[in-house]
């Protein structure tokens, strides 16, 4: 039974290297500005882990293949210094590699979520409630209308608590279900939640993002490739939770521009 296990474990591990290496479950091809460093920062966290991971099954498939047999009558050897020393340069080792990844990876997170959107940036206001997303931009006069959040009724489409009748900013807010942006200009998004927490996942943008109810969670990206990309909720957020789901569409300028006049009835 020992050499079938040594063969198993090794089988496992050299399969499981040869997929991640190979990227054969990855995400699909990245359609933002910091992906590529997202992607490469990917490559080496798993070539890192992956090179403890392979070594170390490899080692336990040799142990257990070399003593697997019965035979009786040879010397017990221990471990200078007995168990403490291996489990303290384990210790060691992994939080040495932790460090370091923390560390690399800080600089891709931190132009995430510590570097502020560019000036010219599109706003977009985002409201995620159960089950579903809403988008609102600015109208013509390019400012958001107050939230008043005792407002909010979902049963006449005032999923921001707007009050354009006391209100003259809300009355040209566009509300929507399906995020639109143009190509390669910056987007930042002011995510609201009105219920329990949400998240907002675009995988080819590589960012997710969790929406936390009594905050406003802002995310900013620039999208590089024309096309239609699907977003998801990633928190359990109820029963309905399999049905939250919109899209990113992302267009050329000129038919951003008129995308948005035709929204707004111009």
């Given at each position: 039974?020992?050499?079938?296990?040594?063969?198993?474990?090794?089988?496992?591990?050299?399969?499981?290297?040869?997929?991640?290496?190979?990227?054969?479950?990855?995400?699909?091809?990245?359609?933002?500005?910091?992906?590529?460093?997202?992607?490469?920062?990917?490559?080496?966290?798993?070539?890192?882990?992956?090179?403890?991971?392979?070594?170390?099954?490899l080692i336990l498939g040799y142990f257990a293949w070399k003593f697997s047999d019965n035979k009786d009558g040879r010397t017990i050897r221990y471990f200078p210094g007995g168990p403490g020393p291996l489990i303290g340069l384990a210790i060691v080792l992994v939080g040495v590699e932790i460090l370091v990844l923390s560390f690399v990876g800080s600089k891709v997170w931190a132009a995430v979520y510590m570097t502020p959107a560019e000036p010219d940036a599109l706003h977009v206001d985002v409201a995620a409630e159960q089950f579903a997303f809403y988008f609102r931009y600015a109208g013509p006069d390019g400012q958001f209308g107050v939230v008043h959040p005792e407002r909010v009724r979902d049963g006449n489409g005032n999923y921001f608590g707007l009050d354009p009748a006391n209100d003259v900013a809300a009355r040209d807010d566009t509300i929507v279900g399906t995020l639109t942006v143009p190509v390669n200009r910056p987007v930042l998004l002011t995510m609201h939640?009105?219920?329990?927490?949400?998240?907002?996942?675009?995988?080819?943008?590589?960012?997710?993002q969790d929406i936390v109810p009594g905050l406003t969670m802002p995310l900013h990206f620039t999208a590089t490739r024309v096309g239609k990309y699907e977003i998801v909720c990633t928190q359990l957020c109820g029963l309905g939770h399999y049905s939250m789901r919109s899209f990113l569409e992302v267009l050329p300028p000129n038919q951003f521009d008129q995308w948005l006049k035709t929204q707004s009835g111009d």
């Open positions: 039974m020992g050499k079938l296990f040594a063969i198993v474990v090794t089988v496992i591990a050299l399969v499981s290297a040869g997929l991640i290496a190979a990227h054969v479950w990855w995400p699909p091809v990245d359609i933002s500005t910091i992906g590529p460093r997202i992607d490469r920062q990917m490559d080496e966290t798993m070539a890192a882990t992956g090179f403890l991971f392979l070594s170390s099954q939640s009105k219920d329990v927490i949400h998240s907002f996942y675009v995988p080819e943008l590589r960012m997710q």
